[in-house]
């Protein structure tokens, strides 16, 4: 069974940084193409940033140059280094699993397979 399980998250003021993980377990290895999205109250679930088995990534144009993935195959582990980060940052984050996917594609939550059950962010002004 594909279990996905984020930590790290917190509650921060603005300017201030959070690294979030993502363990992936039920897996002999880390999927393809994994992702972080975040929904806050009322609001659609964004896509945040993603990052292929080749390492390429992908980044919501709201926070380019603040966040970066990365994975650790390895440790079977995703990561999100948040910098710089703002009030609007404040949301409930999933890290998310899915196959071989066109690169347009890997903001999409509806392209990913396994979810993990979210770790909160809130930054304060």
């Known amino acids: 069974q594909v279990q996905l399980v984020e930590s790290g998250g917190g509650s921060v003021q603005a300017g201030g940084s959070l690294r979030l993980s993502c363990v992936v377990s039920g897996y002999a290895y880390l999927p393809y193409n994994m992702g972080w999205f975040r929904q806050a109250p009322d609001k659609e679930r964004e896509g945040v940033a993603a990052i292929d088995g080749a390492g390429s990534t992908t980044y919501a144009d709201s926070v380019k140059g603040r966040f970066t993935v990365s994975r650790d195959n390895a440790k079977n582990t995703l990561y999100l280094q948040m910098n710089s980060l703002k009030p609007e940052d404040t949301s409930m984050y999933y890290c998310?699993?899915?196959?071989?996917?066109?690169?347009?594609?890997?903001?999409?939550?509806?392209?990913?397979?396994?979810w993990g059950q979210g770790t909160q962010v809130t930054v304060s002004s």
């Open positions: 998310a699993a899915g196959p071989l996917m066109l690169r347009s594609f890997l903001l999409r939550g509806d392209r990913y397979s396994f």
